[in-house]
């Protein structure tokens, strides 16, 4: 049985909200490319923002989040999704996640992360996103589940 609100599916609205409240507390920040850390990175045309809705993760292979992938110009205007290109190529480090995704014509794009089953070495996952040239990366924490 689904629940609904109005028209709406209540796992569809909670998802929502959720990354409504990654993006109003700001849990990443977009930074100069001559940063060394950040969540977006500056190129010459398109910054592309990795927001996870969970930083940190248990390296379990199963745990996972979702992540809100934005693109927009040096000016903030979104991409013309008519016009240009929709996909937006994805790589990660440690776990898994998709290869591409397609942006909506708000130029965002909602993916899942998988963590890793250990932490790896230094217990980062970094997930990168690549838009006409131009990289976007984020990290997610991972800790050991035998902790």
Known sequence: MMFRIGREPVS??????????????????????????GSGVYSSEWVITIQPVFSTLKADGASSTHVMITVRNRNGTKPDTTTDTTLV???????????????????????????????????????????????????????????
């Not at 609205?13 to 940063?35: H, N, P, R």
């Not at 909602?110 to 990366?137: C, E, F, H, M, Q």
Request: include cysteine; charge should be negative; hydrophobic fraction near 40%.
């Open 89 to 147: 190529y994805l790589s990660v480090d440690l776990g898994s996640i998709t290869s591409s995704a397609t942006l909506d014509s708000d130029g965002q794009a909602v993916v899942y992360y998988t963590a890793a089953s250990t932490p790896g070495n230094d217990g980062k996952a970094t997930i990168r996103a690549t838009y006409k040239g131009s990289l976007g990366s984020a990290t997610i924490e991972l800790y050991s589940s035998s902790i």
């Open 12 to 37: 569809r609205i909670l998802l929502v909200l959720s990354l409504f409240l990654v993006l109003a507390i700001g849990l990443t920040d977009c930074e100069d490319s001559t940063k060394s850390s």
